[in-house]
């Protein structure tokens, strides 16, 4: 067997998702293209899904396109290839018995019509009508979606294979992918023992192999496989004569989806308690390989399941398929560059929708690399987003098992994740534990979301209402308002960027001037070329060669792998120091006097201004003070040396006693910001935004000598005229109802946006939250507050519409009063 010497793209891996990406790369124009697969097409998961094509049932805008992408792709492929996709549109219907469930798919069906996907709400008779052999007695409704269906995977994969031959694309079958090549951080090409192709770009499409093959290029994929199960019936003979018209049922709570398979029932099942399958490494000669089905395990299961459709129980069982599918940590696939070695991509991770996402993954994964950006959010699914420590093998073994648990419960907006917690702790955890904190992960730190009273055990009720500790969020919200809080957030993102150019860099990267005079900070936007939003964080100017620049816990290796490979030949250094410093937040119209109790600085309005940074000693410690808040107080943010942070954290908890000092969580924060309207990348603003349909402007410096990366795209859109859409804050005007995230909001009837993040404003009084609008949904079709205040606004929730506010300014304190008092 041999290879070619070069290609401009080395795809590893023939399953649907390496095929797709090579397919799209060549209807991109980049037909230079070698796929390598170690043994045959479809020989890894790919041969044996169930090839469900649904487009129903997520909130996330860039996987509900990718949804509708792929279906329309599989309509379309055998017409361009002459390749049966075994494409059949029977539809799809989630049903459900459970209130909580019911609310649940209401949000969806809501969020997933606006996103145009017709789903209808059915009742249970309407159900039996397309299913008659379910079980209907006990169903409150069906969500019901005429369009969608099923493929066959492995015609998908051979047309898609076959498209991209068509186009130029080397397929390569028989020889595998043994490593990389790299140089000066990049990667250069692939070894096989049928020779070296060198390459611009790799993309890492090996199933649940890439987590291993990853490994070897250092690149860190923390997905794991697990055993997936299907059973097939023997021959049913309502299915076999009629069966194959009738649409795919799904019944989460029941573990199981069922559809016809060669004149039987097929019971796809999710187990809530599932087997992680070789934690220690995958096979390598593992190919159309089945798993030896564990009936022990499943039998409650398949039981459960049965119920569904009761003419299971009475029918034999022809076979009960187990195969490896990997999971993540999140249920998100790994997608993107990795952070460790340019232009090496992955896309793995599939969670068990990589026949129904593949086509729109394939797509976006070759937009990227093509025009060297992703046309769609990746902030979920980013591959950076994931850290070295989820790949270790106690982390995947453990998590695994709660995140496929998940694909069929009941997504409550409470639920944390239980397992493989306590991989980071604060300094001071122990003691907000001892203070009834309620944790919850925070990019693996032990977060303190809220703090239950005493005697009162911190625990989550899981519900769509107003949750049990909602009193202790609203008193810690009100003493930020109203006194003084405390709020440890540790798990911040910490950098010291040094060096003669620090500055220029800093200054060159930033949209706002960062490199004006020492001891300030700024708060700023980092953006591509095409002016989109890469990062939001602060910089803080420490001296003439010495910067401080925070991030939050998730953009944490987006944030640093942006800087390091913007260094180029600045004389400049990043030290990541987030382990080497603590962070407590004391906010709050109290927080001078407090803190001025406490050390010999002087804290005054004219010693230490809004955005000042100081070095004030408390106690025995130095400790890095920044006057700023992202809750819209007068607060301050205190950077501590890990060691000594127990040391300042129990001095100013001491001295807080006089000042009414009360502990403050995540979900205070939460709505704090919320109410004013400060954003938070990768939740309300993200890599399809510009920092002016993002309501940033006034963080960028159009004058400042130099200019700065994205500046001609910013000056472009300003002067393009009116923005096609704008990031809107939304206040429901009925203090009962709460939004969460994906609540669609009408204008005049029209549905113009969606919620991209939400909260409850316990001083605005209601649900508050912040979604970007269309302008074609507005009145005049230009969005200026003029035009928001003659609409007539709504939120739909649940089902429900309730009237809101909608605003450009932060319906909280607009003229920043509070922060600068
Ligand atoms: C029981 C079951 C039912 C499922 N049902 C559905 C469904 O209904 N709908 C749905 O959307 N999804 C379903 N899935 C999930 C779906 O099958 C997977 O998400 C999808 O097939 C993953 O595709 P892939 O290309 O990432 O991986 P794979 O198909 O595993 O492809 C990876 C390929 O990489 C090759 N490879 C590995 N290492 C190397 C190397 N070093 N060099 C070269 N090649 C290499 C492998 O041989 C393999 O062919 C199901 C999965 C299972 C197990």
Request: include cysteine; charge should be negative.
């Amino acid at each position: 067997m041999t290879v070619p010497t070069h290609a401009r793209v080395v795809v590893i891996g023939g399953g649907v998702i390496g095929c797709s990406v090579a397919y799209h790369l060549a209807h991109m124009g980049w037909t230079d293209v070698v796929l390598l697969e170690r043994d045959r097409l479809t020989s890894g998961t790919t041969w044996h899904a169930a090839g469900l094509v649904v487009t129903f049932g997520s909130t996330s805008e860039t996987s509900t396109e990718m949804r509708k992408y792929t279906r329309a792709l599989y309509g379309r492929l055998e017409a361009e290839t002459g390749q049966n996709t075994g494409l059949r549109q029977c539809g799809f219907i989630e049903v459900t018995a459970d209130p909580d469930r019911l609310e649940e798919y209401r949000r969806v069906a809501a969020f997933n019509r606006h996103c145009g996907i017709d789903v209808d709400e059915i009742s249970p008779r309407q159900v039996k009508e397309l299913f008659p052999l379910a079980h209907v007695d006990d169903l409150l409704a069906g969500f019901h979606v005429a369009d969608d269906g099923r493929a066959d995977p492995v015609g998908v994969t051979m047309a898609l294979a076959k498209g991209a031959r068509q186009l130029g694309v080397t397929i390569v079958e028989g020889v595998p992918c043994t490593g990389v090549t790299r140089r000066g951080g990049a990667v250069t090409g692939v070894t096989t023992p049928a020779g070296d192709i060198a390459a611009e770009y790799v993309v890492n499409c090996a199933g649940i192999w890439a987590r291993q093959l990853g490994a070897q290029a250092g690149v860190t994929i923390p997905l794991q496989a697990a055993e997936h199960y299907y059973l097939i019936t023997e021959r049913i003979p309502e299915l076999a004569e009629r069966g194959a018209s009738w649409p795919v049922l799904e019944d989460p709570a029941s573990y199981g989806y069922f559809r016809e398979e060669v004149g039987g029932l097929m019971i796809g099942l999710f187990e809530p308690v599932c087997a992680p399958w070789n934690v220690r490494g995958v096979p390598e000669d593992f190919s159309f390989g089945e798993i030896q089905p564990d009936w022990d395990r499943m039998a409650g299961y398949i039981e459960t399941a049965m119920r569904r459709v009761p003419i299971a129980m009475t029918t034999g069982v022809r076979k009960l398929f187990c195969g490896p599918e990997s999971f993540t940590p999140d249920l998100q696939p790994c997608v993107g560059e990795a952070p460790e070695l340019r232009n090496y991509f992955v896309a793995a991770g599939l969670n068990s929708i990589g026949i129904l996402t593949g086509g729109g993954l394939g797509r976006v994964i070759a937009h990227w690399i093509v025009t060297g950006r992703p046309d769609v959010d990746v902030t979920g699914f980013h591959i950076d987003r994931l850290q070295p420590y989820q790949a270790t093998p106690e982390y995947r073994r453990i998590r695994t098992v709660e995140s496929l648990g998940m694909v069929y419960q009941c997504h409550y907006p409470s639920y944390v994740m239980q397992t493989a917690r306590g991989a980071k702790r604060s300094p001071i955890h122990d003691r907000l534990a001892a203070r009834n904190a309620f944790f919850r992960d925070v990019s693996g730190w032990e977060g303190a979301d809220w703090y239950a009273p005493p005697g009162v055990e911190p625990r989550v009720s899981l519900s769509w209402g107003r949750p049990s500790w909602f009193g202790y969020w609203a008193a810690e919200h009100r003493a930020a308002r109203d006194g003084v809080i405390a709020m440890d957030m540790s798990f911040m993102s910490k950098f010291l960027v040094e060096g003669r150019d620090a500055g220029r860099l800093l200054d060159w990267i930033s949209a706002n001037r960062v490199d004006g005079p020492s001891g300030v900070l700024t708060y700023t936007q980092w953006l591509d070329e095409a002016g989109k939003l890469q990062a939001d964080l602060t910089v803080a100017k420490l001296d003439d060669e010495r910067f401080w620049v925070v991030a939050s816990d998730t953009a944490h290796r987006h944030a640093l792998t942006w800087l390091r490979r913007h260094i180029t030949d600045h004389h400049a250094f990043v030290a990541d120091l987030t382990s080497g410093y603590g962070q407590l937040n004391v906010q709050g119209p109290r927080s001078r006097e407090l803190l001025q109790s406490l050390t010999s600085a002087d804290l005054s309005d004219a010693a230490l201004p809004f955005r000042g940074v100081r070095d004030i000693d408390i106690g025995f410690a130095q400790v890095r003070c920044i006057r700023i808040t992202y809750l819209g107080e007068l607060g301050y943010e205190l950077y501590i040396p890990t060691e000594q942070m127990v040391h300042v954290y129990d001095r100013i908890v001491a001295a807080g006693e006089r000042f009414g000092l009360v502990h403050a969580g995540l979900k205070a924060l939460a709505s704090l910001r919320m109410e004013k309207a400060y954003r938070d990348y990768g939740h309300d603003i993200d890599n399809t935004d510009t920092v002016l349909e993002a309501g940033l402007g006034f963080a960028v410096d159009l004058i400042k000598p130099g200019g700065f990366l994205g500046k001609d795209a910013v000056v472009a859109q300003k002067a393009s005229g009116p923005l096609g859409k704008r990031l809107v804050q939304v206040l429901v005007t009925d203090p009962e109802p709460l939004m969460f995230h994906a609540e669609i909001v009408r204008c005049n009837d029209r549905p113009c946006g969606y919620l991209r993040a939400a909260s409850y404003g316990h001083t605005l009084g209601g649900a508050v939250g912040l979604a970007m609008i269309e302008a074609g949904g507005v009145p005049g079709g230009v969005i200026d507050q003029k035009a928001l205040d003659a609409g007539r606004w709504d939120v739909e929730i649940a089902g429900r519409r309730y009237p809101a506010r909608v605003s450009l300014r932060p319906l909280f304190d607009p003229d920043n009063r509070k922060i600068k008092g």
